[in-house]
């Protein structure tokens, strides 16, 4: 078996130490950083589909995606010459007046998994916070959570912020959690609502594919 | 029956004259109570005059007459106001409360207290040793001061998509910590709830296994049906919920409100052990007509005997 292939492993069971040492060692070996790389992919995917048929919980999902983080932090400096391309950038918070993040830390992992550089700006952001992300990365798509009805006129002045900074027409909106609804998402002005975090894949996959 | 008795009954699995009622916590008193409780600025103000004793007693008569005025048959209150609270409204049900015996996930540091779950349980092991130990602590004067129930143990376990934790690490941590804090209340004599929105199918079975007395919310809005609970459980634990207060108290008419309201009563009130609440809490988005419509239902159709569902 290839260190690749045993990272890869060693990361859908969520060996974290073995993982770290695993990757130092291939490092050093002078194995592909890109191969160690999409060995994060294809773990970080299988890890989706163990998630999808409830072998593993958003627990394992989380964790899994640290320890991924935790690669990636290992490779950048290796990466650094190597051209990668990524299937697109999102930018995702959990909107002003709400704390709530596990859902959203779903998604994260999800859109790890599928190839998306995530900006994670955290729990109960400004509206400000996510134009000034969004104009930075010059990322098309936005990821807003909702935890609490109380916090749903935030996601409103998102939406009013973007469009008095010009964006509205670049950037697509997704919303979702336990706060919302498809109707409500569309009515603060979203372009989508994302019932679970796998359908919101699918929709940002469908936004961001590039035509054949 | 007072509501007191009535709210007991329940939590006995029994019928009592008609469905208790309460909320775990009501926004806007001053609709129904026709004057705002302390809060926020004005309480941190008055605290720090010395008036704290004034404040409790404001809110604490507020949350009684908020009772009255509904017909909720208990009310959530803290340590100190229970001596006050029986002198002052002795026919109410009284609910303490006390802390969680394990961590949880959530917010920013969600995945360094998931990485305790799988590389520190020693540790973490010992913390919810200590934790549970604090909360034993909490309610032994709650349940010598009589209140009727105790609301804690654990807090929010899951989310839309499930539970935070693999169902594995509940059994193997959290429930058996639980269950020594449930075990030591119902030695003292006392009862204890846990209240936790999300989907908990997958380790409903290991949570009802603890002895837990009742469970608030019973989350609709991630696809908990209190009726497929009911019937699973409802001979073990008294159901507190669960009419969704994320859509329709906040979004639909009042009677709407009713017919779920009504629903609500059909699947969970037969036989006793149910306790009429929104599915989280009363907040300010909710309009108070929709708030009055789950109220009114509950008085027109939660008498007993209560017809089951189809009946």
Same mark, same amino acid.
């Given at each position: ?13 969520l ?11 291939a ?7 890109l ?6 992919r ?57 704390q ?11 859109l ?25 990365t ?5 990821g807003?959570?909702?935890g609490l ?7 409103a ?19 979702g ?10 009515e ?25 | 029956?007072?509501?007191?008795h ?7 699995l ?28 004005? &309480?941190?103000?008055?605290?720090? &005059? ?27 209150l ?10 002052l ?8 409360? $006390?802390?969680?015996? &394990?961590?949880? @996930?959530?917010?920013?540091? &969600? ?15 010992r913390? $919810? ?16 001061l ?29 429930f058996?910590y ?61 159901? $507190? ?19 779920e ?14 306790i ?17 419509a ?12 209560? @017809?089951?569902?189809?009946?």
């Open positions: 078996m290839s260190l690749a292939e045993e990272i890869r492993r060693k990361i859908v069971e060996d974290e130490p073995t993982v770290k040492m695993l990757v130092d060692q490092l050093k070996a002078g194995e592909s950083p191969a160690l790389l999409e060995a994060v294809e773990a970080l995917a299988e890890i989706g589909r163990l998630y999808e048929e409830r072998t593993y919980f958003l627990s394992e999902l989380i964790l899994a995606s640290g320890i991924s983080q935790t690669v990636l932090d290992m490779l950048t400096p290796h990466l650094a010459a190597v051209h990668e391309e990524k299937k697109g950038k999102v930018v995702i918070g959990t909107v002003e007046g709400s709530h993040g596990m859902g959203k830390s779903i998604v994260i992992a999800l790890l998994a599928n190839g998306y550089e995530v900006y994670d700006l955290g729990v109960n952001v400004p509206a400000e916070q996510f134009v000034e992300k969004l104009r930075e010059g990322a098309p798509v936005l807003l959570s909702v009805v109380q916090a749903l006129p935030s996601v002045n998102v939406i009013a912020a973007l469009k008095q900074a010009g964006l509205r027409e670049k950037v697509k909106v997704i919303l959690g336990n706060a919302a609804n498809p109707e409500r998402a569309l603060l002005g979203c372009d989508a609502y994302a019932p679970s975090a796998v359908a919101g894949i699918q929709i940002i996959n469908d936004w961001t594919k590039k035509p054949d | 029956m007072t509501p007191r009535r709210f007991l009954a329940a939590l006995n029994e019928e009592p004259d008609r469905v208790p009622m309460f909320e775990l916590e009501f926004q806007y008193p001053e609709k129904i109570t026709g004057r705002p409780s302390i809060r926020g600025e004005e &309480a941190q103000r008055l605290l720090a &005059a010395g008036k704290g004793d004034e404040v409790a007693r404001h809110n604490l008569e507020n949350q009684i007459a908020l009772c009255r005025g509904l017909g909720y048959d208990a009310f959530p803290g340590v100190q106001q229970v001596g006050l609270a029986r002198k409204a002795p026919e109410l049900g009284l609910i303490g409360g $006390c802390g969680t015996v &394990a961590p949880m @996930p959530g917010g920013m540091d &969600a995945i360094d207290t998931i990485r305790r779950f799988y590389f520190d349980k020693d540790g973490l092991r913390e $919810c040793e200590e934790r549970a130990r604090a909360a034993i602590e909490q309610c032994k004067p709650l349940v010598e009589g209140v009727e129930v105790i609301r804690g143990g654990m807090d929010d376990m899951a989310g839309k998509e499930g539970p935070y934790l693999n169902p594995r690490l509940y059994d193997e941590i959290v058996p639980l269950k020594a804090l449930v075990d030591a209340v119902h030695g003292m004599g006392g009862k204890l709830f846990v209240h936790s929105d999300g989907d908990l199918k997958p380790i409903l079975e290991g949570l009802v296994n603890t002895g837990i007395d009742a469970l608030h919310s019973i989350d609709p809005s991630a696809g908990m049906d209190i009726g497929a609970v009911k019937q699973a459980y409802g001979h073990r634990l008294c159901l $507190c919920g669960n009419v969704d207060c994320a859509w329709t108290l906040v979004r639909l008419r009042p009677e709407d409100v009713a017919r309201t009504r629903e609500c009563i059909r699947k969970a009130s037969p036989g006793g052990g149910h009429l609440c929104s599915s989280n809490v009363i907040h300010t988005a909710i309009p108070l007509e929709n708030t009055l789950m109220v009114e239902t509950a008085r027109k159709y939660g008498r007993y005997p209560v @017809p089951a569902r189809g009946a």
